[in-house]
């Protein structure tokens, strides 16, 4: 997995998954290759799920349409739809009402697209991650959690250790 270690004006370690490997942010004061550091890596290697089966891989136009009727049941507006490569992220809205999905989302398993494009379409309600968003993603999709988790094992399989 790649693994890329960025320094910040920061008091604590955090270790973040994307789509294409894993970011560990560190304060400046350290260097990358301290034993702290390392021991951060290795022990938020070892917490992660296991690596998920592959699965067959959806077509852009599907995703679109599950991008329609995400938009009609929660009654938001998406003026764009857009399947790109994204380094960082599995999708992003704009306040503008974009939406920017990972093309890597065509490899994912149909329940973990739909929740991808849930929780970017509820940020047209709700900016943050804050109650609001939390209880609204509850509502629609009970099971998110597990389904972010499951994400986080997709993630994996997206590079050779």
């Known amino acids: 997995m790649h693994i890329e270690i960025r320094k910040q004006q920061r008091k604590s370690l955090a270790f973040k998954l994307t789509p294409r490997g894993a970011v560990v942010l560190i304060p400046e004061q350290l260097e990358d290759d301290s034993p702290v550091v390392q021991k951060f890596i290795d022990d938020a290697l070892v917490e992660l799920p296991a690596p998920a089966h592959s699965a067959p891989a959806l077509s852009p136009e599907k995703v679109r ?3 329609t009727e995400w938009v009609n049941r929660l009654n938001v507006e998406v003026t764009r739809t ?18 920017t999905l990972a093309d890597e989302l065509l490899r994912l398993p149909v329940d973990l697209v739909e929740y991808v494009i849930v929780h970017e379409l509820l940020h047209l309600k709700f900016p943050d991650h804050r109650r609001g968003w939390r209880v609204s993603m509850g509502m629609y999709i009970p099971d998110w959690r597990e389904r972010e988790r499951r994400l986080q094992s997709w993630q994996l399989g997206f590079y050779t250790p």
């Open 65 to 67: 349409n599950m991008v």
């Open 82 to 99: 857009q399947i790109r490569p994204m380094r960082n992220k599995w999708g992003s809205i704009s306040t503008a009402g974009t939406l």
